[in-house]
């Protein structure tokens, strides 16, 4: 059954620890992105790879860190410089090219710090 | 940076009626795409426009990309209790990256049964 995991789904930390969030897809594609949603902000852009071991910052990349050492795996840790880290996060995936790549998100990981 | 004015924030409809979610850019767009989020859940891919005036359907959709490929529009013919969630859209522009898309902030739509 392919498709993007996320995990957990619920996430508690103390301020001022680090904290990664993991994110797996299995569809092959070589392209993926980690987002953040805030109520009423929509999807802002943290960070994107378009191939192994490479890899963007998007429009809102302070405080966070990601690697992309397989094609697989693309985790992303909030850093305790993260000023506002709760929110919900969303990792997603596409292929490469100007056609056929819609992006498929997984189901998100809602991170909490107290 | 460039950004993707969606409009309304809400809208809230009676079961039957139609709904409609624009989104606008100050400069040409390459292409766009539609999501759709259901509550508590994740967005999912509807559609990308591409060419200029481009209009597509999807049962009761019907996604518009203007001539300027400057704006788009989603709309939804007699609304279901289904079709409740948030829709974005999400643009792309030339000589930027390919993979990179900004969401606009999305239209949360409530029906009432």
């Known amino acids: 059954d392919g498709g993007i995991t996320q995990s957990p789904k619920y996430l508690f930390r103390k301020e001022g620890q680090n904290v990664t969030l993991s994110c797996e897809q299995n569809l092959n594609h070589d392209a993926m992105y980690w987002y953040r949603q805030d109520p009423g902000q929509g999807l802002r852009l943290i960070y994107y790879s378009q191939i192994v071991n490479d890899f963007q910052k998007g429009d809102i990349a302070e405080g966070y860190s990601v690697s992309r050492e397989k094609k697989e795996s693309f985790p992303l840790t909030v850093t305790s410089a993260q000023k506002n880290p709760t929110a919900f996060y969303l990792c997603?995936?596409?292929?490469?090219?100007?056609?056929?790549?819609?992006?498929?998100f997984g189901p998100g990981t809602r991170l909490t710090v107290l | 940076g460039q950004q993707v004015m969606q409009i309304p924030q809400y809208q809230h409809v009676q079961e039957g009626e139609d709904f409609t979610t624009y989104c606008n850019s100050s400069t040409t767009l390459s292409n766009i795409q539609w999501y759709k989020q259901r509550p508590g859940g994740h967005p999912v891919f509807l559609i990308q426009l591409v060419k200029s005036g481009e209009v597509k359907k999807q049962k009761r959709l019907t996604f518009q990309f203007g001539e300027a490929k400057k704006n788009s529009s989603l709309h939804i013919t007699a609304t279901q209790t289904t079709d409740v969630g948030t829709y974005f859209c999400?643009?792309?522009?030339?000589?930027?990256?390919?993979?990179?898309?900004?969401f606009g902030k999305g239209t949360l739509l409530t029906v009432n049964p």
């Open positions: 997603a995936s596409s292929l490469k090219g100007l056609v056929n790549n819609e992006q498929f």
């Open positions: 999400a643009g792309r522009w030339s000589g930027g990256s390919n993979y990179k898309l900004t």
